[in-house]
């Protein structure tokens, strides 16, 4: 696997964390560097991780991992997403403020939803033969870097007057359609369609 194929797998997978941090900006409207860090780190970190989990696991539980993996992301960015549509509706500043999505639970919710299609890189790369370090320390290096640029991006249309009252429904509506993204590319809803 060569530094190109790694970079151009790097940014897909970097993808989901992107989206979700352009949706954390635009709620947070003002973002700390503390908050800049913290998210950017841990998704950096949950990106590198998930593809040396899978690598390690192997081909043993690839079956049982591929299964339900989707679902597993869905939840996690559906919920996140549901609470944060909820807390758009409650006008104190202060029950805002509580739900700072880079912190405690929520954040490592997210970096668990953001990176689980990491898992199964890793699993894939196994089946390659091939090194995982270099890989995970791209994976995790672009993913962090994504990160910023999207709280970025995301802050700058959150911190707009109008767009204000609806910012945290608009990043809510964002972690669900990238649920159903996943849930569509590993065709879990194929019932519907």
Known sequence: MDLLNIIALAIALAM???????ATGVRLKRVSLRQFFRLAWHFGLFQAM???MGWAAGLTVRASIERYDHWV???LLAFVGINMIREAFK???DARQKQDPTRGLTLVMLSVATSIDALAVGLTISMLQVSIW?????????AG?????GLHLGKSVGSAERLSPMAGVLGG???LAIGVKILIEHKALGFLF
């Open 16 to 22: 989901d964390a992107f989206a979700v941090a352009i």
């Open 50 to 52: 998930m593809p040396v």
């Open 73 to 75: 992301a869905f939840g």
């Open 91 to 93: 006008m104190e500043e």
């Open 134 to 142: 270099l890989p995970a320390l791209v994976i995790g290096l672009v």
């Open 145 to 149: 870097v994504f990160t910023v640029v």
């Open 173 to 175: 509506v964002v972690l």
